[in-house]
């Protein structure tokens, strides 16, 4: 593979390395600004022993990756805003008295059903001033929300740090919200808002007004409510107002890359700015004509979007595309890609454990890297049908690439992919044309009532097209176990496979047996380790009681709730039962004594009634018990108190004074989250 010999390979390579060591091992800043100036050394020393002696040439490519891990490494450390000591995470405010807290409003996000929510930047806290971000959750109101980006707002509450997963296997959204520099959430009533008069006018604010300027003009010319959201979703990638029916419909047909503006979209804008800058020739003047208007349009269009990370990612990715084909170097898209990479992370190393950032690349350099070698396998005559594979081959390449990554992620494949890439791209291809022109009038005024019942109409078919297939709901194949092993293991497949395929030799050959015989022992290796595995857990739930028991791949679940699980399927359970590639034996109510592993478990219910004789070694307190623990305690004398989510938070209190009066441990599943039993 020649991409992997460019230098430049080798130096993003060795900067992702430096990343990830410094996400995962957590080194001080110190200890890697001391790394890095040793690398620094170590790199002068060798280019001059280099320029000196060209046999140290491959000591100087040493140092060179040496530096580059280490520059990844110290990147990292420097963007990581809880190392800042004006960051908020090192304020003294109380967690449990109120404190006024100030913050300016930077990004509107998706409401739920009872709160607007926003992120926030925080300018004080006790009237100390502090730095950082956070999501701010403002309860609705009867009357409409009149808080725009940019306004000063002060309140009296609680600053809420996000805690990690109180349930095994589920989507971690502390670490989701670290990774974006947020770590903590306000909740407050609309009520309790005091508004600055002064707003803080940078490029946010200004973004936000233009946005809602097109938002009000757009409902001025009557555009369909749920049209309309689709088109702020495909056109600026603003999913805020969007339906979760819609939103489903587009996960199930394989579609939802369409709603969050990407590669495609930013790509199909620098494509219609070129088309429309044709007749302009490709003289020196002419070319850079050319790339300041495609440049300029890109970044009006992040300014336009509300510059999301995701956006702005493509914009620069786009922008270097552009930028390579000014140069006349537009052969050379590998060092386009990278040199996009580098750039987005050295401002922003988070974006590495971004799921959007990680799919969109890899969608982009497989179709780069494998959707010549697909096309090449026939060459139809028909224009149609030439549409039909090429439409194919690209959607082919990008699912072959982001697989693995998909199944590791969400651990489910919509089976319909290729249909609906082939049966909305044209409908899209419209879409984008007509939405841009929309936009552009929404930024002035509002459109003319044709064009918006064209692209309203157009919109409404996509969608019933997307519904159709989605309708098909046995062709996504959803809840696949799949573990880092078989990411790796199946990545290396693809990659040695592709490389042989291109160009096959023996060498090639036998590397690509080899990743399968490595799938395999990923397999075998998976499997022991799940054999040898058991546990008894305790789920935080709160309407229910939840336990299950698990011997290697076979799993017993007990509860509270007598409606089967089985047609009413339990999603904290069912997320347990992937990640552990686990197999429901059993449904059964909840019994009142449990063994597991030499532990005897008391369970006392709602009812209070218990046997006194036993000696139980942990004891689950559920459903708000009526019980006297204190009592219980001196009868019993457990070794560990457990108390799931379906007592109330008074009782759960008394019962841990109780606990400590006997120093006896107590493990509330609400603040603790789930117990676990090895």
Not at 208 to 232: D, Q, S, W
Not at 414 to 437: C, D, E, K, Q
Request: glycine share 4%; aromatic share 14%; hydrophobic share 45%.
């Amino acid at each position: 593979m020649k991409v992997l010999g460019f230098p430049l390979v080798k130096i993003t390579i060795s900067f992702i390395i430096g990343i990830f060591v410094s996400y995962y091992l957590v080194p001080s800043l110190f200890e890697a600004i001391t790394a890095f100036a040793g690398s620094v050394v170590l790199f002068v020393l060798s280019y001059f022993l280099n320029q000196k002696n060209k046999k140290y040439n491959s000591f100087f490519g040493l140092s060179t990756y040496i530096i580059s891990f280490f520059t990844g490494l110290v990147i990292l450390i420097l963007h990581t805003e809880t190392n800042e000591a004006s960051n908020y995470t090192h304020s003294k405010s109380d967690s449990k008295n109120p404190s006024y807290i100030t913050f300016t409003l930077r990004e509107k996000l998706k409401s739920n059903d009872y709160n607007d929510r926003y992120i926030g930047i925080i300018n004080s806290i006790a009237n100390k001033k502090y730095s950082g971000k956070i999501i701010v959750n403002i309860q609705k109101h009867s009357t409409p929300n009149s808080l725009i980006i940019g306004n000063t707002i002060r309140i009296k509450t609680l600053l809420q740090y996000t805690k990690a997963n109180k349930n095994p296997n589920q989507f971690d959204y502390s670490s989701y919200l670290a990774n974006k520099q947020i770590y903590a959430q306000v909740f407050c009533k609309k009520s309790e808002v005091k508004v600055s008069r002064k707003i803080q006018k940078d490029i946010w604010y200004y973004s936000g007004r233009l946005h809602a300027r097109i938002l009000r003009n757009l409902e001025k010319a009557n555009f369909n409510k749920a049209e309309m959201n689709v088109a702020l979703a495909l056109i600026l990638g603003q999913q805020q107002e969007i339906s979760s029916d819609i939103i489903q419909d587009y996960q199930y047909s394989g579609a939802t890359h369409v709603l969050s503006v990407s590669g495609l979209h930013v790509g199909f804008i620098m494509l219609f700015i070129a088309f429309i800058l044709k007749p302009i020739p490709n003289t020196r003047r002419g070319s850079a004509i050319k790339l300041a208007a495609i440049l300029f349009s890109l970044i009006a269009f992040a300014i336009i979007s509300g510059l999301s990370p995701s956006v702005l990612r493509s914009v620069v990715m786009f922008s270097f595309v552009a930028i390579g084909n000014h140069l006349r170097r537009s052969g050379n898209i590998y060092h386009t890609l990278l040199v996009s990479i580098l750039l987005i992370l050295i401002f922003e190393p988070y974006f590495l454990f971004d799921v959007g950032f990680q799919l969109s690349y890899l969608a982009l350099f497989f179709i780069i890297w494998l959707q010549p070698l697909l096309k090449k396998i026939w060459s139809p005559k028909n224009k149609i049908i030439v549409y039909i594979w090429d439409t194919l081959t690209v959607s082919f390449a990008a699912q072959i690439g982001t697989l693995p990554l998909c199944l590791y992620y969400f651990h489910q494949f919509p089976g319909l992919f290729f249909i609906t890439n082939i049966i909305i791209l044209p409908v899209l291809s419209f879409i984008m044309i007509a939405g841009i022109i929309v936009m552009l009038f929404a930024v002035y005024s509002s459109p003319p009532l044709l064009l918006i019942q064209i692209f309203e109409k157009s919109i409404f078919l996509l969608n019933q097209m997307i519904h159709f297939v989605a309708s098909f709901e046995s062709f996504v194949i959803r809840d696949i176990s799949f573990n880092s092993y078989y990411l790796l293991g199946f990545y290396l497949f693809i990659i040695s496979g592709i490389i042989w395929f291109k160009k096959p030799t023996y060498t090639k050959f036998t590397v690509a047996l080899s990743s399968i015989i490595l799938i395999q022992l990923s397999f075998i290796y998976t499997k022991k380790e799940i054999e040898t595995q058991q546990e008894f857990i305790v789920y935080n739930t709160k309407k229910q009681t939840l336990i299950s028991q698990r011997s290697g791949k076979t799993i017993s679940l007990f509860t509270s709730d007598t409606i089967d699980t089985k047609t009413k399927r339990n999603q904290i359970f069912t997320s347990y039962l992937v990640g552990n590639f686990g197999n429901l034996k059993e449904t059964n109510l909840l019994k009142n004594t449990m063994f597991f592993n030499g532990n005897k478990i008391l369970i006392i219910d709602s009812t209070g009634i218990f046997e006194t004789k036993i000696n139980p070694d942990i004891v689950l307190l559920t459903q708000s018990a009526k019980v006297n623990l204190d009592r219980v305690l001196q009868k019993i004398s457990p070794k560990v108190i457990v108390a799931d989510a379906s007592n109330s938070y008074s009782i759960l209190k008394n019962w841990q004074v109780s606990c400590l009066k006997k120093n006896i441990p107590f493990h509330a599943t609400s603040e603790k989250g789930f117990y676990k039993l090895n």
